[in-house]
């Protein structure tokens, strides 16, 4: 793997397109996140907190971390002074503490909800329903230290494209919708987390501002 070129290709495909690109480096060394960040990579994506936390301290710190997994509500605390974007907040629970912890440490924490688009029954996210009925309600607008900038999905896992190009579509109409719809001081939806090596040109195409990918870059986990 080259990573440095992996870097560089990715960064082109992306350049006609208004998308941030994530490299996911869960499971990867300090060496390899130092490629990436020698070849002008800023923002990397983490599903795990302790390892999140054990590279942030390693690494230099301008790099913007992701937190892309599962997030438990007890493990915030650790993330919580440098986290720059959660892309899985899946609860009122969850958004409720890290609003607390963001206050704690006197920041503002920029969050992501994680909608479930995939036809595979997932544990986490919010169903479309909940996702309005979330938006719609009164307690969101009382995080003032949580702001909601946009949604993520992840796609069937699967070789048929239309699958994978129709729940983007699909997920890309609810995020228009839903960011025109729901507007508070602490709710601006314009980022739209969806794309992974295997599927992110189709993401792209369907309207994707940010990609995250670890394989295409890192090699195989
Ligand atoms: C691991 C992971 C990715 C990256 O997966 P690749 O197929 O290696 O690009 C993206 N998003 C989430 C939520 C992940 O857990």
């Not at 490629?35 to 390693?58: P, R, S």
């Not at 607008?141 to 239309?162: C, H, Q, S, W, Y």
Request: aromatic share 8%; charged share 30%.
């Amino acid at each position: 793997m080259n990573i440095k070129e992996n870097i560089h290709d990715l960064k082109e495909k992306i350049a006609q397109h208004k998308c941030t690109l994530v490299a996911v480096s869960k499971t990867k060394p300090i060496e390899d996140i130092l490629e990436a960040y020698d070849a002008g990579q800023i923002d990397f994506g983490e599903n795990k907190v302790q390892e999140m936390l054990d590279k942030y301290e390693q690494l230099p710190h301008d790099i913007r971390w992701h937190l892309i997994g599962h997030l438990q509500t007890n493990k915030v605390k650790y993330i919580a002074p440098f986290v720059s974007l959660i892309h899985s907040a899946d609860s009122l629970k969850l958004l409720k503490e890290i609003d607390k912890q963001a206050g704690k440490n006197g920041r503002i924490i920029d969050c992501l909800l994680q909608i479930h688009i995939a036809k595979e029954e997932s544990k986490f996210g919010f169903s479309e329903e909940e996702l309005i009925d979330l938006l719609a309600g009164k307690e969101l607008e009382n995080l003032k230290n949580v702001r909601i900038i946009g949604l993520m999905g992840m796609a069937t896992f699967t070789d048929n494209t239309e699958i994978i190009r129709s729940e983007f579509n699909h997920l890309k109409k609810f995020f228009d919708y839903a960011s025109n719809e729901y507007k508070m001081p602490n709710i601006t939806m314009y980022e739209l987390s969806m794309g992974m090596s295997g599927d992110f040109e189709i993401a792209l195409e369907e309207g994707s501002t940010m990609i995250r990918v670890g394989s295409k870059i890192f090699g195989e986990r």
